[in-house]
């Protein structure tokens, strides 16, 4: 079964940070574009950023421009997990994060994690 599990959400004031986790299975985690995408209540889903990598190295990362220069992804391929560092977060930062991935065609997401963002 193809599973993403996200962690490390929580309560932060701001310019805090936070360090979310997405623990994945069921797939051959290094071989696949990895997502984080949010989603503010009352709003639509937004991306966040996009890493890739080939034969178990990073090669290629994007950021929306909201959160560039804040926020680093990167993947541990031996651990099978995804991360998300958030620094300098602020209120608009508040959202509920998900991991997300496509396997073959269907798209597969965790549960998600709250951050909030709040003095």
């Known amino acids: 079964e193809v599973r993403l599990v996200e962690s490390g959400g929580g309560l932060v004031q701001p310019g805090g940070s936070l360090r979310l986790s997405c623990a994945a299975s069921?797939?051959?985690?290094?071989?696949?574009?990895m997502k984080w995408v949010r989603q503010a209540p009352g709003k639509g889903p937004e991306w966040v950023s996009t890493?890739?990598?080939?034969?178990?190295?990073?090669?290629?990362?994007a950021y929306a421009d909201s959160v560039k220069g804040r926020f680093t992804i990167s993947r541990d391929n031996a651990k099978n997990t995804l991360y998300l560092q958030m620094d300098s977060l602020k209120p608009d930062d508040t959202a509920l994060y998900f991991c997300?991935?496509?396997?073959?065609?269907?798209?597969?997401r965790g549960q998600g994690t709250q951050v909030t963002v709040s003095s």
């Open positions: 890493i890739v990598s080939r034969g178990g190295s990073t090669t290629s990362y």
């Open positions: 997300q991935t496509t396997v073959g065609t269907n798209p597969v």
């Open positions: 069921g797939f051959t985690f290094t071989m696949y574009v």
